[in-house]
């Protein structure tokens, strides 16, 4: 009996925002000159439509950047050794990306090896600068597991999971173990952090978050992995004001919701991985 396999599934692939399927591309072939991730994750399309990925296995620690139509133009980082939370040339399993186009600048959470957020050069790669948790220093120490009854961590723990920029200059982190979001000035300078469900252990509760598109960005949305809901927050003082979904498989609930994003109209879309392997579409229906 002969067996016929399907072509595998494209690397990247694009929808439309009611789910059709537009296009999609293959990673390239042996040989060429990237390191492609042997496990993708993080994506983020730029305000020219470029596509810049991420990857997860234990030795993916690059960033690749891609036009629309998959044609390769930039590496950040490289497959192989980590070199830790202080190097200058090289990521560890970075996790998101986020572009600041007026400074020309890449925010990059970096990540599940690494425990800090690290700024490049978005032409040319070169690096800027870096910070841990407070702004401070980041260590590669072993750090003790979450205790939602001790002192929050100095650091960052792993993974550090997305990065967001607001209108106004402020950087907001996904410290996911550790239940917080924390905000920075653009320089590192730390500003206030929230806490979300800080009782939450395991995978911990903020796994992405993105900001509400009114003028003033007056809401957070974050997603949460462990608990299967998404949080409205109140931007200014973190104070939860509602939130929606529960664990389950059914329309409407998640399965390991990993990912989030809004679009110009309101609506949010989220990703969910392990068994979830979805995408769902929320519509805004009042504001």
Same mark, same amino acid.
């Given at each position: /009996? ?10 990247v ?15 390239? !072939? ?16 730029? !305000? ?14 690059q ?10 133009? /930039? ?8 070199? %830790? ?10 996790? #998101?990306?986020?572009?600041d ?18 700024v ?9 600068? #870096? ?20 002192? !929050?961590?100095?650091? @960052? %723990?792993?993974p ?13 982190v996904c ?11 653009k320089?590192?300078? @730390?500003?206030q952090?929230? &806490?979300?469900?800080?009782?939450? &252990?395991?995978? %911990? ?16 949305y ?15 003082? %973190? ?18 919701? #990993? ?29």
């Amino acid at each position: /009996m002969t067996h016929r396999c399907c072509k595998p599934a494209p690397a990247v692939v694009e929808f439309d925002a009611a789910g059709n399927y537009l296009r999609g591309w293959d990673a390239p !072939p042996a040989g060429s000159k990237l390191d492609w991730p042997k496990s993708e994750h993080g994506i983020y399309i730029d !305000p020219d439509g470029n596509v810049w990925i991420a990857g997860n296995a234990d030795e993916d620690n690059q960033i690749l950047k891609f036009t629309p139509e998959g044609k390769f133009l /930039m590496q950040i980082g490289r497959a192989g050794k980590s070199e %830790g939370s202080n190097s200058r040339t090289q990521l560890g399993r970075p996790a #998101h990306m986020v572009m600041d186009p007026p400074a020309g600048e890449l925010y990059v959470a970096d990540g599940y090896g690494n425990r800090r957020v690290v700024v490049f050069d978005a032409r040319t790669g070169a690096y800027k600068r #870096h910070w841990g948790a407070y702004g401070e220093t980041p260590s590669d120490d072993k750090q003790p597991p979450y205790d939602p009854n001790s002192a !929050p961590s100095r650091q @960052f %723990g792993n993974p550090v999971h997305c990065v967001r920029l607001s209108t106004d200059g402020r950087v907001y982190v996904c410290d996911r173990a550790n239940n917080r979001i924390q905000v920075f000035e653009k320089s590192g300078r @730390f500003v206030q952090e929230f &806490r979300v469900e800080p009782l939450t &252990r395991a995978n %911990g509760a903020v796994w992405d978050m993105v900001l509400s598109h009114d003028a003033e960005q007056k809401y957070m949305y974050v997603a949460d992995g462990a608990n299967g809901r998404v949080y409205i927050l109140e931007r200014a003082s %973190g104070r939860q004001l509602s939130s929606f979904g529960r664990t389950g498989r059914m329309a409407g609930e998640f399965k390991w919701v #990993h990912n989030i994003a809004i679009d110009r109209q309101g609506n949010l879309y989220t990703s969910e991985v392990g068994f979830g392997r979805r995408t769902q579409k929320f519509a805004l229906v009042s504001f």
